[in-house]
């Protein structure tokens, strides 16, 4: 019995949910509509174009749809806000699904156009709208057309065919140009030919990778040959609508004097006549995994002059953002060259004069994004305070006024034409979903429901604010989430979340991952709090993690827990749960070797040694700022080896589930075997997670169902009651919700 056909067991009388609403599920959590990539605005802002992602449990596929809504208030026809499914696309999600469904797959890829898989929905005019398909097996990107006219949208017609992928349209209507990016190798700047190498290289006898500097991989991929570029391509208008290309795509990058490539971000702009272009890109260099500069760089889009406006020294540049007359650049940028975490500046760069101003520059704030309201004003999200913000900026006096403070704002852009910004928007009670909101007094309005029957059918628990005083007589915030049916008069376990980053937070907003309502639909009052080295309130507090991962967040996490038990005499004292990711899992150890409070411990891609994991991660310049050196270093080395959980091991005593990924490349998966090791070695119940297809992140739906059911099956078995009959061996354990009278 799955968790969900076990929750949906339970009789009616155990709900009072309003109209029976029955408690969220992973099964719900994995099967949510969601957004993929942005959202794509038409010139005239009366219609907006995305792409919906839904998994199907049952039916074990993965489902891509293009969708196409009218804006009602901006549509010159005011007609149906309804959306219009243009396209829909799906394929078996399993890893190695049977030879008939590869076929069907195989048909959908190459066969009727109805079946492509749309991606980066692009507005080429107020009537058209173009949309990317790459060939799963060719690996060749086309760039489709569709057309409206007369109540209705037209078959998808292509446009022009690349020889290799490409990702991040950008389009001028002004122009004509489309923008995208593209890897190719070092030795060409032709796509057709990066496809030919592509070709040879399949062709090798030998798979061996020889590397001379660092980064040898990062994330989840190894680096090759190929770095991202920036590409352009003029597009004209054949007839009626209908685009065809004009010449050959060109470089825009290659023209920078940067002793070597350049690599690309996803973080570009195109100017408001469509002749420039604003990239952020990384300088070459041997100092590439540990430090943290990029630039901000203009260039036309005929490929002349990629030269970088904010030369010299500085951390890493973002959100590069062109003003209504394209006579400025705004942009963020990091005044730490190694430190990933820094404080995000607002600039803007005056390209006629050649000069860069900072705004704001006392605000103790990190936005970002940045863009452009009008001349005087812009526009930044931020994090403060557990929520995802939007406020405006009076360039000249640096005054901060919120137009969005609730929730979590995931995106922003302008309405052009009006006096408006679409945005999507979350909570931790409610998914993402996608509105407009006046830039003049902030009132929203709802464009989309992805998930309209999830509000009537699931019962989802309203996060309330929490404080406690931490480590040093500093403030610690978090949120607290109640079980279903919550009674002040029974005790329940609780579920103690330890965010990862550690320069991150938990905020008020949805997630696939790491959703606390799924650990407090299961029966756990569920608590998530911001420690030292949390993000949001003032960089200060975020610094004061550096060179004290085991010291004061620690210190302020149990401080609070007793302060909470405290204050909440409903939560079980003697059933707590503690789970955390990355520096949370590090924290998990930490605790396991400081701490007999908890019952069960889970240890999501935490960190074993910090010595080891200095030497196999990728990105150096992140333990060489939280720990002040190199290990090789003597003095630093105190500090590495001062920190490392790997030091008390012999103290470890909870039971604790490991998770680990093959493709984790930021904490390596050794770290996760070295865990679980320690724990068995000295027979500590535990028990081993382990995805050879994911990186730090468990993103396929079927494998995060797995997780879930894992996770909640491993804290609810060591945090039943101690007369629970239910309480059996790990094998024949049955989850079930805590506080149930099943």
């Not at 995931?410 to 409610?430: C, E, M, R």
């Not at 790997?646 to 589930?657: H, S």
């Not at 894992?710 to 049955?734: F, G, M, N, Q």
Request: proline share 6%.
């Amino acid at each position: 019995m799955t968790i969900g056909q076990l929750v949906r067991s339970l009789p009616a009388a155990a709900f009072v949910l309003g109209a029976l609403a029955r408690p969220f599920t992973p099964e719900d959590l994995v099967q949510t509509n969601r957004l993929s990539g942005s959202i794509a605005v038409s010139p005239n802002s009366a219609s907006i174009a995305y792409i919906q992602a839904h998994y199907s449990i049952e039916e074990k596929r993965q489902y891509t749809q293009l969708f196409v809504q009218a804006l009602t208030d901006n549509h010159p026809h005011r007609g149906s806000s309804r959306p219009v499914k243009l396209i829909e696309f799906s394929a078996d999600a399993r890893p190695n699904p049977p030879s008939a469904h590869k076929e069907e797959d195989d048909e959908f890829a190459g066969g009727p156009k109805k079946h492509l898989k749309p991606s980066q929905p692009v507005w080429l005019s107020d009537t058209s709208l173009g949309f990317v398909a790459t060939d799963p097996g060719t690996g060749k990107s086309t760039l489709y057309s569709v057309r409206s006219g007369k109540g209705r949208w037209s078959k998808p017609r292509p446009v022009v065919a690349m020889a290799v992928p490409i990702s991040d349209l950008h389009f001028s209507t002004e122009s004509g140009i489309l923008a995208f990016t593209a890897e190719v190798y070092n030795s060409t700047d032709s796509l057709v030919e990066t496809a030919k190498l592509d070709y040879h290289e399949k062709l090798r006898a030998d798979t061996g990778q020889t590397y001379d500097d660092l980064w040898v991989r990062h994330w989840d991929t190894f680096v090759s040959s190929k770095v991202p570029q920036i590409y352009t391509l003029s597009l004209k208008v054949k007839d009626k609508d209908h685009f065809k290309p004009k010449g050959e795509p060109i470089n825009v990058i290659s023209s920078a004097n940067a002793n070597g490539r350049l690599e690309a971000s996803n973080s570009f702009t195109l100017s408001p006549t469509g002749r420039h272009i604003a990239f952020v890109a990384k300088y070459p260099g041997h100092d590439y995994a540990w430090k943290t500069t990029s630039h901000v760089y203009l260039a036309g889009v005929d490929g002349s002059g990629a030269e970088p406006i904010n030369p010299g020294k500085g951390g890493a540049s973002s959100s590069p953002a062109f003003s209504g007359d394209g006579t400025k650049i705004a942009y963020v940028q990091m005044a730490a060259t190694a430190y990933e975490a820094d404080r995000n500046q607002i600039k803007i760069y005056d390209i006629a004069n050649n000069t860069t101003t900072e705004v704001a520059a006392d605000w103790d704030r990190s936005p970002s994004h940045v863009l452009w309201s009008d001349d005087d004003t812009l526009l930044v999200m931020y994090n403060e305070w557990g929520r995802n913000k939007l406020a405006k900026v009076d360039i000249a006096t640096g005054a901060i006024s919120p137009i969005v403070s609730e929730h979590s704002v995931g995106s922003v852009q302008q309405l052009p034409g009006t006096s408006k910004l679409l945005i999507d928007y979350s909570a931790l009670d409610s998914p993402t979903d996608i509105y407009t909101v006046s830039i003049d007094d902030g009132a929203m309005s709802r464009v989309s429901q992805l998930n309209p029957k999830l509000a009537s059918e699931v019962f989802l628990s309203a996060p309330e604010d929490v404080t406690f005083t931490g480590a040093a007589n500093s403030t610690i915030h978090g949120f607290l989430l109640r079980p279903p049916n919550f009674d002040s008069q029974k005790k329940y376990p609780l579920a103690f979340v330890i965010h990862g980053g550690p320069q991150s937070s938990f905020t008020d907003g949805w997630s696939p991952r790491w959703n606390l309502n799924i650990f407090a639909a299961a029966g756990f009052v569920t608590v998530a709090l911001d420690p030292q080295g949390s993000t949001g309130y003032g960089q200060n507090f975020t610094d004061a993690i550096r060179n004290q991962w085991g010291g004061k967040p620690y210190e302020s996490l149990m401080r609070s827990l007793e302060q909470l038990l405290e204050e909440h005499p409903y939560i079980d004292r003697k059933r707590l749960a503690a789970l955390g990711a990355s520096y949370g899992g590090y924290m998990i150890n930490w605790i396991n070797g400081h701490s007999n409070v908890f019952k069960a411990l889970v240890n999501h891609d935490g960190m074993f040694s910090t010595i080891s994991t200095y030497y196999s991660t990728e990105e150096l310049y992140f333990p060489e700022t939280e720990f002040e050196g190199v290990p090789f270093d003597e003095k630093a080395r105190e500090n590495y080896e001062r920190w490392s959980p790997e030091r008390y091991v012999k103290n470890w005593k909870t039971p604790t589930l490991v998770v680990h990924s093959e493709k984790d490349y930021r904490l390596v998966v050794s770290e996760g075997l070295s865990t679980f090791t320690a724990l068995r070695r000295q027979g500590v119940p535990a028990r081993l997670l382990y995805f050879p297809d994911e990186n730090h992140w468990v993103l396929k739906p079927a494998n995060s169902l797995r997780w879930h059911r894992e996770v909640l099956a491993w804290i609810t078995k060591w945090t039943l009651d101690d007369d629970d009959s239910s309480a059996t061996p790990y094998d024949s354990a049955r989850f079930r919700v805590q506080g149930s009278d099943e």
